[in-house]
């Protein structure tokens, strides 16, 4: 079956504008996480949504925000670009809870912030 | 802060020869680990996960140990080939703090021909 799907795969913005990412997890899965990578600071927990819920959020400013819808599909917000948003966006998803099982992840949103 | 860390932030072994990346955890609540294999502009690969309940775990060419009394966990690769190139990630299941998973800093892989 196919793989976590993130789109766009490239994204360049400028400071201060907003950006929205998406992600198709695998199908039957029903919890999709995020992470932020960045070659300083490494993988870095956004939040988890499950069951179209917000299960757990990491420590970053309200400007990141996300959702899931019913089909499991995900979106993730950051509003107010920073030149420090620049970074891979990683989803990842899983059937049970983060944490449980393992991630399967897709191949991330190269996000530039200029 | 991170609860995961490599010892090593770089490993250069030569084709044939076997690997060991070594991570240590914080978290002696943890309960669920991970290592996951990173190419060049693809997202983390799942490689092997171990259970507290254990202490090693065995896959294709790859070994998990665990020591949970000083917190260590390592991966080996066995026979060592190019395409192990990679960065190598540890992650736990940090569950007492709402059960994410919280991955190390990364070891960079180097395999010489």
């Known amino acids: 079956k196919a793989g976590v799907t993130q789109t766009p795969r490239y994204l360049i913005k400028t400071r201060g504008q907003q950006v929205t990412l998406s992600c198709s997890p695998i199908?039957?899965?029903?919890?999709v996480s995020w992470y932020q990578q960045t070659p300083g600071q490494g993988l870095q927990f956004l939040f988890e949504?499950?069951?179209?819920?917000?299960?757990n959020k990491g420590n970053f400013p309200g400007r990141f925000s996300g959702r899931q819808f019913s089909n499991s599909r995900s979106e993730m917000n950051v509003s107010t670009l920073e030149l420090g948003d620049s970074a891979l966006y990683l989803c990842?998803?899983?059937?049970?809870?983060?944490?449980?099982?393992?991630?399967?992840f897709g191949s991330g949103t190269q996000l530039s912030v200029l | 802060g991170e609860s995961v860390g490599l010892h090593l932030p770089t490993l250069s072994v030569q084709e044939g020869d076997n690997s060991i990346i070594n991570c240590a955890y914080s978290?002696?609540?943890?309960?669920?680990f991970i290592w996951y294999k990173q190419e060049s502009g693809k997202g983390p690969q799942f490689i092997i996960d171990?259970?507290?309940?254990?202490d090693k775990r065995q896959g294709q060419r790859v070994t998990v140990l665990l020591n949970k009394t000083v917190k260590h966990l390592s991966l080996q690769i066995a026979a060592t080939q190019p395409g192990d190139s990679a960065v190598y990630f540890c992650?736990?299941?940090?569950?007492?703090?709402?059960?994410?998973?919280?991955f190390g800093q990364g070891t960079e892989l180097s395999v010489k021909p």
């Open positions: 171990i259970r507290s309940n254990m």
């Open positions: 990842a998803s899983s059937f049970l809870s983060s944490g449980e099982e393992k991630l399967f």
């Open positions: 199908s039957g899965h029903r919890s």
């Open positions: 949504y499950f069951s179209e819920t917000q299960r």
């Open positions: 978290n002696s609540a943890s309960d669920y």
């Open positions: 992650a736990e299941n940090a569950y007492n703090q709402g059960g994410k998973l919280i």
